[in-house]
């Protein structure tokens, strides 16, 4: 155990009784005090001799203590501490000290081989509640937050309790920098790299083998944008995905496409469009357009929805920061979403 003593409510001085122990138990080029301090950014850690100086808020340096301690026993019982390892021990410090649960985040959204499907935050427990108490549901945020998997979630859910007869899954064919025009095959193959994160996500919730058959009656149809054009979409959970890249003639003529008994989730990222020649987004259009309308729920989520590894969250803060601070282009205000040229989704 880490011998230590605080001098103040918020400060810990951790004594090592050599350097060894010392650089063995922040692993590589400060491993430990990387992570730490980008977990805990309320948190001052100073190395002082064979010394470690923590401050800041009294229950976070608390937590800090606690999993240096552990990464000190860890050293000791000769464990390299890897970032992985680090991470494993703040997984559990933050369950060790997480409140009671919200109840909305102990709730499945749907159960398949095991696995448990749940929303991991208040916002994401905001948008399911969303997608079962509105008609049109619209999921705004970062890449990793869950918007599209969540909805996918949801949709087979749906169809399993015959809330709806069939699940509709599409998105815009907007090449994101590169360009498939002249790959070989048929157009459904050309189609196909579009339509292919549905396909994904969709394997996760349904028996690989049964997906064929499903979509082969119509069940289950995934199928790019332009393909709604003209259709009315009754019975139907529908899921229109990476809205971002839509045009704002192609965002009303699908959400002019709902039918009677119906449901829509429209999800995307404002801050990743790839539409070409600097238009704007659909999606950040109707937005705007439909804010306070009856029954169009509008969600956000942000960096910390974020589900993917912690690094995610971190760079999508960072960029959020750079893009807040550029300097104004004519055409773009300052803070304005850019225009990107690639998709880092």
Same mark, same amino acid.
């Given at each position: 155990?880490?011998?230590?003593?605080?001098?103040?409510?918020?400060?810990?001085?951790?004594?090592?009784?050599?350097?060894?122990?010392?650089?063995?138990?922040?692993?590589?080029?400060?491993?430990?005090?990387?992570?730490?301090?980008?977990?805990?950014?309320?948190?001052?850690?100073?190395?002082?001799?064979?010394?470690?100086?923590?401050?800041?808020?009294?229950?976070?340096?608390?937590?800090?203590?606690?999993?240096?301690?552990?990464?000190?026993?860890?050293?000791?019982?000769?464990?390299?501490?890897?970032?992985?390892?680090?991470?494993?021990?703040?997984?559990?410090?933050?369950?060790?000290?997480?409140?009671?649960?919200?109840?909305?985040?102990?709730?499945?959204?749907?159960?398949?081989?095991?696995?448990?499907?749940?929303?991991?935050?208040?916002?994401?427990?905001?948008?399911?509640?969303?997608?079962?108490?509105?008609?049109?549901?619209?999921?705004?945020?970062?890449?990793?937050?869950?918007?599209?998997?969540?909805?996918?979630?949801?949709?087979?859910?749906?169809?399993?309790?015959?809330?709806?007869?069939?699940?509709?899954?599409?998105?815009?064919?907007?090449?994101?920098?590169?360009?498939?025009?002249?790959?070989?095959?048929?157009?459904?193959?050309?189609? $196909?790299?579009?339509?292919?994160?549905?396909?994904?996500?969709?394997? $996760?919730?349904?028996?690989?083998?049964?997906?064929?058959?499903?979509?082969?009656?119509?069940?289950?149809?995934?199928?790019?944008?332009?393909?709604?054009?003209?259709?009315?979409?009754?019975?139907?959970?529908?899921?229109?995905?990476?809205?971002?890249?839509?045009?704002?003639?192609?965002?009303?003529?699908?959400?002019?496409?709902?039918?009677?008994?119906?449901?829509?989730?429209?999800?995307?990222?404002?801050?990743?469009?790839?539409?070409?020649?600097?238009?704007?987004?659909?999606?950040?259009?109707?937005?705007?357009?439909?804010?306070?309308? $009856?029954?169009?729920?509008?969600?956000?989520?942000?960096?910390?929805?974020?589900?993917?590894?912690?690094?995610?969250?971190?760079?999508? $803060?960072?960029?959020?920061?750079?893009?807040?601070?550029?300097?104004?282009?004519?055409?773009?205000?300052?803070?304005?979403?850019?225009?990107?040229?690639?998709?880092?989704?």
């Amino acid at each position: 155990m880490t011998e230590s003593s605080p001098s103040q409510p918020n400060t810990l001085d951790v004594v090592f009784p050599d350097a060894p122990t010392m650089i063995a138990t922040l692993g590589p080029q400060d491993t430990l005090l990387r992570i730490l301090a980008g977990v805990w950014r309320e948190v001052r850690l100073q190395p002082v001799g064979e010394r470690l100086l923590v401050s800041g808020p009294a229950d976070q340096v608390q937590s800090v203590g606690r999993v240096i301690a552990q990464a000190r026993s860890a050293a000791a019982g000769g464990a390299a501490i890897t970032s992985q390892v680090v991470e494993r021990l703040i997984r559990a410090e933050k369950q060790l000290v997480a409140p009671a649960p919200d109840p909305s985040l102990t709730v499945d959204v749907l159960r398949h081989r095991g696995r448990h499907i749940r929303p991991k935050t208040v916002n994401q427990a905001a948008y399911i509640d969303s997608m079962d108490t509105h008609t049109i549901t619209f999921g705004v945020g970062p890449a990793g937050t869950g918007k599209t998997y969540l909805a996918m979630a949801r949709a087979v859910a749906a169809l399993q309790s015959k809330e709806v007869s069939r699940i509709i899954l599409t998105r815009p064919a907007v090449e994101a920098g590169e360009s498939l025009g002249f790959l070989p095959g048929t157009l459904a193959d050309k189609i $196909d790299p579009y339509l292919r994160p549905l396909y994904d996500a969709l394997h $996760d919730m349904v028996e690989a083998e049964t997906i064929p058959r499903l979509i082969a009656a119509g069940t289950i149809e995934v199928a790019p944008l332009a393909y709604m054009r003209g259709r009315t979409l009754n019975e139907a959970f529908v899921i229109l995905d990476e809205a971002q890249n839509t045009t704002a003639e192609q965002m009303k003529m699908f959400l002019t496409r709902l039918g009677f008994g119906s449901r829509m989730v429209v999800t995307g990222d404002v801050t990743q469009v790839d539409l070409p020649g600097g238009k704007a987004s659909g999606l950040k259009i109707v937005t705007e357009i439909l804010a306070g309308i $009856d029954d169009i729920a509008i969600c956000r989520l942000d960096a910390g929805d974020v589900v993917r590894h912690r690094l995610v969250g971190d760079i999508v $803060d960072a960029y959020t920061r750079w893009d807040e601070n550029r300097p104004a282009t004519p055409g773009r205000r300052r803070g304005a979403p850019h225009q990107s040229k690639g998709n880092a989704k």
